[in-house]
């Protein structure tokens, strides 16, 4: 053989400049992503004298945990000083319900809409397509007005009900794209062993739910755990989620500014959606997939 | 040896798995060369190993007397067709196979010309300015053979095109793609599962399990004589009948006995000689049983019991019981059998296959 | 067996709550927001007819043109930034690159956090005084001037570019997601073809993916008009009114100014530009699709 290379096997890999690159990009792009991350932990361990001397990038010279024990207890909200722990057990006891709630109708309409087409099924799905897709502050002022009327404005029964409202959308298009997906010949096979519209739904389209359900768990706790508009508005002064107690504490003007107990209560904040994701790795991106609603 | 695509000691491995070992194939320049086997058999992987779309872990790929394996498919001189058509879904007929050529920087005429020839060839001159989602499975396949063909390539490589499309289409352009053969001489390489494929469009067959070719043949010998039971289990449709038993010095010769069955083996076209004592797998293709007139005043004749049958228009198939062993027959449509029948059978030794029950290789 | 008659009652019953909430919750509101913009109503509402008097004051108010401004500056800059950086990052990723679940993860983390959040967090980094201009003085960069947060145009810049920080994981994922539905023999087709793979990106794959890349945007787009949280969290609308927005305006003249026939014309502008704009993709995405599978 005259050529000097004899190929043979594999083709050796070089880096090329390309996969340099490549790589110089994806590295730069994670910093730009992590880099909030990082400065919202290092100014929550910081002390007041030391973010006012230092810069924001730097780590903390000594370590100090009163800014986590005064945002958790003791900051203020306006007049009450009782730390975002009061916000905490709010978010979830508006949380918890409101999921449950809003999967359950979400599940319930998706089934009944892909399969037993009932008569202005048609009707529903434009309204809750056009539900998904409206500025909420064309709802909000009359909403108020019927909450009022029925003695639920500001109430916590009242959030739960509005975040089932306005849940309902997403969900419903999200089980009816599940739905539309099972074989109609599952529901007519049902429908021969002599299932009504409950026992198929209970026994036969529950039972093989399962991904769909995480998906929606995955959405509805995260989507109602960071809502802000309609805590603010619909909660009371009792019942105000995690997110507007933060934004209180942050922007409240009595005193000097604390970042570290406001970097400290934001990263309280940003918790549970953060466990979710991390813990739900994929799942959370085919909810990201399922929630684009694809026709 | 003059060869159009030659692989020689070829392994692709992932990980720690070998899907392809030590694999050596040289094809002839405008041979037609058909990789069969079942799914998972390593055939699509030899395909894209010799059309450089993965990468061999060992071993050579020459095309036209040139080492290409470490040549990037565009520079290899091949043209493939894809199982999924493989379409640019957003661009018409024309564009998709003028695409690659107008990368390539080929001069506004030749491009004209190559796509004019191609459209030519396999007639979808009307189709042009379509787009690939107007076009029907059939018409689809078509352009994406004359994507192939534009290309002017020494070798098409072709990765089961016809499994997508409805029976009587894949019949049709079967036959095109035997004459576009018959026209164009080219070497093709075609990976199928289907053996009707295999066997009416090939020279050569390859028949692949395992990571490995078990026999490189042509179409009849690969049928006639398979040269092992894999071989001989995989093609034919029904399936052969095989009975186990072992051969025995009998006053006219080597006999076999099995399955509650005797038959003298005189006239058997074997490789090696048969030696008695030997457990053996004795096979038989159903069009290859004597059966019923033609079975009469054979040697070794025996009376079956037919089981069922099963009229298929031109001929019957017809299941029997004999001894334990079942086993089914092809015959004339002429006359009906039912159930219970007793019918005489006769053994075309000359026809038979005889394997090693050990080793499965023909003896 | 119950006659089919029954069942279906079933089914019909099963969507009460469903109908109670169409009728009153969304098709009711929108009607009553409708209403009271053609009303003079101030704090409490008020029956009466004015025309369009509330729309005109809506439009000579200076305050709303900002919002409309800002929301059209944040719309395309987000928008655009978004899809840029989430292209590139879900391409980026699909080149079989080592470590892809540690950067997606990085990449999509931000859209876990509430808008809240993220204003608070970039609010903070890009504080006047000791956020990075501070940081970098400390360096000994001490010309380093970065007060755009403080500077009344410059600012909503800023709040969209805390929004792409958020959102472009999200692009970033849904594409992810389209690049891995290709079949993989357009790849090696175009590989066999001679095609570079800038050239696949641009002339096959991007045409393939439209339909992703609209859904992408049609996301983008309910988040822009929804744009309300970051701002408040951000720049609380300021500096002065410099970073106001719609859903804002809306928002402030309903509970805080106490002007809701304003605040609902401002509402029904934003509903109507909403229907326009979406009305025709949402028939054409789920209805006529449903015809043609009928």
Same mark, same amino acid.
């Given at each position: 053989?005259?050529d000097?290379?004899?190929?043979?096997?594999?083709?050796?890999?070089?880096?090329t400049p390309?996969?340099?690159?490549?790589?110089?990009?994806l590295?730069f792009?994670a910093?730009?992503?992590l880099l909030p991350?990082?400065?919202m932990?290092?100014?929550?361990?910081k002390?007041?004298p030391e973010?006012q001397?230092?810069?924001?990038?730097s780590?903390?010279s000594?370590?100090t945990?009163?800014?986590?024990v005064?945002?958790w207890?003791?900051?203020?909200t306006?007049?009450n000083?009782?730390?975002?722990?009061?916000?905490?057990?709010n978010?979830?006891k508006?949380m918890?319900?409101?999921?449950?709630?809003?999967?359950?109708?979400?599940?319930?309409?998706?089934y009944a809409?892909?399969f037993?087409?009932?008569?202005g099924?048609?009707?529903?799905?434009?309204?809750?397509?056009?539900g998904?897709?409206?500025?909420?502050?064309?709802?909000l002022?009359?909403?108020?007005r019927?909450?009022?009327?029925?003695?639920l404005?500001?109430?916590?029964?009242?959030?739960?009900?509005?975040?089932v409202i306005?849940?309902?959308?997403?969900m419903?298009?999200?089980f009816r794209n599940?739905?539309?997906?099972?074989?109609?010949?599952?529901?007519?096979?049902?429908?021969?062993d002599?299932?009504?519209?409950?026992?198929?739904?209970?026994?036969?389209m529950l039972?093989?739910?399962?991904?769909?359900?995480?998906?929606a768990?995955?959405?509805?706790?995260t989507?109602?755990?960071?809502?802000?508009?309609?805590?603010?508005i619909f909660?009371g002064?009792?019942?105000l989620?995690?997110?507007?107690?933060?934004n209180?504490?942050?922007?409240?003007t009595?005193g000097?500014?604390a970042y570290?107990?406001n970097?400290?209560?934001?990263?309280?904040?940003?918790?549970?959606?953060?466990?979710?994701?991390?813990v739900?790795?994929?799942?959370?991106?085919r909810?990201i997939a399922?929630?684009a609603?694809?026709? | 040896?003059d060869?159009?695509?030659?692989?020689?000691?070829?392994?692709?491995s992932?990980g720690?798995l070998?899907?392809?070992r030590?694999?050596?194939?040289d094809?002839?320049?405008?041979?037609?060369?058909?990789?069969l086997?079942?799914?998972g058999?390593?055939?699509?992987?030899?395909?894209?190993?010799?059309a450089g779309?993965?990468?061999?872990?060992?071993?050579?790929?020459?095309?036209?007397?040139?080492?290409?394996?470490?040549?990037?498919?565009k520079?290899?001189?091949?043209?493939?067709?894809f199982?999924?058509y493989?379409?640019?879904?957003?661009?018409?007929?024309?564009?998709?196979?003028?695409?690659?050529?107008?990368?390539a920087k080929h001069?506004?005429?030749?491009?004209?010309?190559?796509?004019?020839r191609a459209?030519?060839?396999?007639?979808?001159e009307?189709l042009?300015?379509r787009?690939p989602?107007n076009?029907s499975g059939?018409?689809?396949?078509?352009?994406a053979?004359?994507? *192939?063909?534009? #290309?002017?390539?020494d /070798?098409?490589l072709?990765? &089961?095109?016809?499994?997508n499309?409805d =029976?009587?289409?894949? @019949?049709?352009?079967?036959?095109e793609?035997?004459?576009?053969?018959q026209?164009?001489?080219?070497?093709?390489?075609?990976v199928?599962?289907d053996?009707?494929?295999?066997?009416?469009?090939?020279?050569?067959i390859a028949?692949?399990q395992?990571g490995?070719i078990q026999?490189?043949?042509?179409p009849?010998?690969?049928?006639?004589?398979?040269?092992?039971?894999?071989?001989?289990?995989?093609i034919?449709s029904p399936?052969?009948?095989?009975?186990?038993g072992?051969?025995?010095?009998g006053a006219?010769g080597v006999r076999?006995r099995?399955?509650?069955?005797?038959t003298?083996?005189?006239?058997y076209?074997?490789?090696?000689?048969?030696l008695?004592?030997?457990?053996?797998?004795?096979?038989m293709r159903p069009?290859?049983l004597?059966f019923d007139?033609? *079975?009469?005043? #054979?040697?070794g004749q /025996?009376?079956a019991?037919? &089981?069922?049958?099963?009229?298929?228009? =031109?001929?019957?198939? @017809?299941?029997l019981?004999?001894?334990?062993a079942?086993?089914?027959?092809?015959c004339g449509s002429?006359?009906r059998?039912?159930?219970g029948d007793?019918?005489?059978l006769?053994f075309?030794?000359?026809?038979?296959?005889i394997?090693?029950a050990?080793t499965?290789?023909?003896? | 067996m119950?006659?089919?008659r029954l069942?279906?009652?079933?089914?019909?019953?099963?969507?009460?709550?469903t109908?109670?909430i169409?009728i009153f919750?969304?098709l009711?509101?929108?009607?009553?927001?409708?209403?009271?913009?053609f009303?003079?109503s101030?704090?409490?509402?008020?029956?009466?007819?004015?025309g369009?008097e509330q729309?005109?004051?809506l439009f000579?108010?200076?305050?709303?043109?900002?919002?409309?401004?800002?929301?059209?500056?944040f719309?395309?800059m987000?928008?655009?930034?978004c899809?840029v950086?989430?292209f590139?990052?879900?391409?980026?990723?699909?080149?079989?690159?080592?470590g892809?679940?540690i950067f997606r993860?990085?990449f999509?983390?931000?859209y876990?956090?509430?808008?809240?959040?993220?204003g608070?967090?970039?609010?903070?980094?890009?504080?006047?005084?000791l956020g990075?201009?501070?940081a970098?003085?400390?360096w000994?960069?001490?010309?380093f001037?970065f007060?755009?947060?403080?500077r009344?145009?410059?600012a909503?810049?800023?709040?969209?570019?805390a929004?792409i920080?958020q959102?472009?994981?999200?692009?970033?994922?849904?594409?992810?997601?389209?690049?891995?539905?290709?079949?993989?023999d357009?790849w090696?087709?175009?590989?066999?073809?001679?095609?570079?793979?800038?050239?696949v990106?641009?002339?096959?794959v991007?045409?393939?993916m439209?339909?992703m890349f609209?859904?992408?945007?049609?996301?983008?787009?309910?988040?822009?008009?929804?744009?309300?949280?970051?701002?408040?969290a951000?720049?609380g609308g300021?500096?002065g009114i410099?970073?106001?927005?719609?859903?804002k305006?809306?928002i402030?003249?309903?509970f805080n100014r106490?002007?809701?026939?304003?605040?609902?014309?401002a509402?029904?502008v934003?509903?109507?530009?909403?229907?326009?704009?979406l009305g025709?993709?949402l028939?054409r995405?789920?209805?006529?699709?449903?015809?043609?599978?009928?």
């Amino acid at each position: 053989m005259s050529d000097p290379i004899h190929p043979r096997g594999a083709k050796p890999r070089h880096l090329t400049p390309g996969r340099i690159g490549l790589y110089a990009f994806l590295v730069f792009a994670a910093a730009f992503f992590l880099l909030p991350f990082y400065v919202m932990v290092v100014t929550s361990f910081k002390t007041m004298p030391e973010i006012q001397q230092g810069n924001i990038f730097s780590l903390p010279s000594k370590l100090t945990l009163a800014p986590w024990v005064t945002a958790w207890a003791k900051a203020c909200t306006g007049v009450n000083c009782e730390g975002i722990r009061v916000g905490v057990l709010n978010s979830f006891k508006i949380m918890i319900p409101s999921t449950f709630l809003s999967i359950l109708l979400g599940a319930i309409n998706g089934y009944a809409l892909s399969f037993w087409r009932p008569r202005g099924g048609n009707l529903i799905f434009a309204v809750l397509l056009m539900g998904a897709f409206i500025p909420y502050q064309v709802y909000l002022y009359p909403l108020v007005r019927m909450l009022s009327m029925v003695s639920l404005y500001n109430t916590l029964p009242g959030i739960i009900v509005v975040h089932v409202i306005f849940g309902m959308p997403v969900m419903t298009l999200l089980f009816r794209n599940y739905y539309a997906a099972v074989p109609v010949d599952l529901f007519k096979a049902a429908r021969i062993d002599g299932g009504g519209f409950w026992t198929i739904f209970t026994r036969v389209m529950l039972p093989m739910s399962g991904p769909i359900l995480v998906v929606a768990a995955i959405l509805q706790v995260t989507g109602i755990w960071n809502d802000f508009l309609f805590g603010l508005i619909f909660a009371g002064r009792d019942h105000l989620p995690m997110t507007v107690e933060l934004n209180n504490i942050v922007n409240t003007t009595t005193g000097t500014k604390a970042y570290n107990v406001n970097m400290a209560a934001t990263i309280l904040t940003a918790m549970v959606p953060l466990i979710v994701y991390f813990v739900s790795g994929r799942w959370f991106v085919r909810g990201i997939a399922a929630g684009a609603v694809k026709g | 040896m003059d060869s159009s695509v030659s692989v020689r000691d070829l392994r692709i491995s992932y990980g720690a798995l070998d899907v392809i070992r030590d694999l050596q194939l040289d094809i002839a320049p405008g041979e037609f060369l058909v990789l069969l086997g079942p799914s998972g058999c390593g055939k699509s992987t030899l395909l894209n190993a010799i059309a450089g779309l993965i990468d061999v872990s060992d071993g050579e790929v020459w095309i036209n007397e040139r080492n290409v394996t470490w040549d990037e498919p565009k520079d290899r001189g091949i043209g493939m067709v894809f199982q999924s058509y493989a379409l640019y879904p957003q661009m018409t007929v024309e564009k998709n196979l003028s695409f690659g050529l107008r990368v390539a920087k080929h001069s506004r005429e030749d491009i004209d010309k190559r796509v004019a020839r191609a459209a030519e060839i396999l007639q979808i001159e009307p189709l042009l300015k379509r787009r690939p989602s107007n076009l029907s499975g059939g018409q689809r396949q078509r352009v994406a053979i004359g994507r *192939a063909l534009v #290309r002017d390539a020494d /070798v098409f490589l072709f990765d &089961e095109p016809l499994s997508n499309l409805d =029976a009587k289409l894949r @019949v049709d352009l079967r036959v095109e793609i035997k004459r576009l053969h018959q026209r164009l001489r080219s070497t093709m390489v075609y990976v199928t599962h289907d053996q009707i494929e295999a066997l009416t469009l090939a020279d050569r067959i390859a028949v692949m399990q395992g990571g490995a070719i078990q026999q490189l043949d042509d179409p009849l010998t690969i049928y006639n004589r398979p040269c092992n039971l894999f071989v001989a289990g995989f093609i034919g449709s029904p399936a052969m009948n095989f009975f186990r038993g072992r051969l025995e010095e009998g006053a006219d010769g080597v006999r076999f006995r099995g399955q509650g069955i005797e038959t003298p083996l005189a006239g058997y076209d074997g490789d090696t000689a048969l030696l008695p004592g030997r457990e053996v797998i004795f096979g038989m293709r159903p069009e290859h049983l004597l059966f019923d007139q033609d *079975a009469v005043g #054979r040697p070794g004749q /025996v009376e079956a019991v037919v &089981e069922l049958e099963e009229p298929m228009g =031109a001929d019957s198939l @017809v299941w029997l019981t004999l001894g334990e062993a079942r086993l089914s027959v092809r015959c004339g449509s002429g006359r009906r059998y039912r159930p219970g029948d007793r019918v005489p059978l006769a053994f075309d030794i000359s026809r038979a296959s005889i394997f090693d029950a050990e080793t499965e290789r023909r003896l | 067996m119950k006659p089919l008659r029954l069942r279906r009652l079933s089914a019909q019953a099963a969507l009460i709550p469903t109908w109670v909430i169409v009728i009153f919750a969304y098709l009711g509101t929108i009607l009553w927001t409708i209403r009271i913009s053609f009303t003079s109503s101030g704090i409490l509402p008020k029956y009466d007819f004015v025309g369009f008097e509330q729309y005109e004051r809506l439009f000579r108010s200076a305050r709303w043109i900002i919002s409309v401004q800002n929301l059209a500056i944040f719309g395309v800059m987000f928008i655009v930034g978004c899809l840029v950086l989430g292209f590139l990052m879900a391409v980026f990723l699909d080149q079989r690159i080592k470590g892809e679940g540690i950067f997606r993860t990085i990449f999509l983390y931000p859209y876990a956090m509430s808008f809240i959040v993220t204003g608070l967090v970039w609010a903070w980094i890009l504080n006047p005084t000791l956020g990075i201009q501070h940081a970098m003085h400390n360096w000994g960069w001490t010309s380093f001037s970065f007060d755009w947060l403080a500077r009344g145009d410059r600012a909503i810049y800023m709040v969209g570019f805390a929004g792409i920080w958020q959102s472009a994981g999200l692009v970033m994922a849904i594409l992810l997601a389209g690049l891995r539905g290709i079949d993989e023999d357009i790849w090696k087709a175009a590989r066999v073809d001679g095609i570079p793979t800038w050239r696949v990106y641009i002339s096959i794959v991007i045409p393939m993916m439209s339909g992703m890349f609209v859904t992408a945007i049609v996301l983008l787009a309910i988040a822009v008009v929804k744009v309300y949280d970051i701002v408040v969290a951000m720049t609380g609308g300021g500096p002065g009114i410099s970073t106001e927005v719609p859903a804002k305006f809306v928002i402030d003249y309903l509970f805080n100014r106490q002007n809701i026939a304003l605040a609902t014309a401002a509402a029904s502008v934003m509903f109507v530009a909403v229907l326009v704009v979406l009305g025709p993709w949402l028939y054409r995405q789920y209805f006529r699709k449903e015809r043609r599978a009928a």
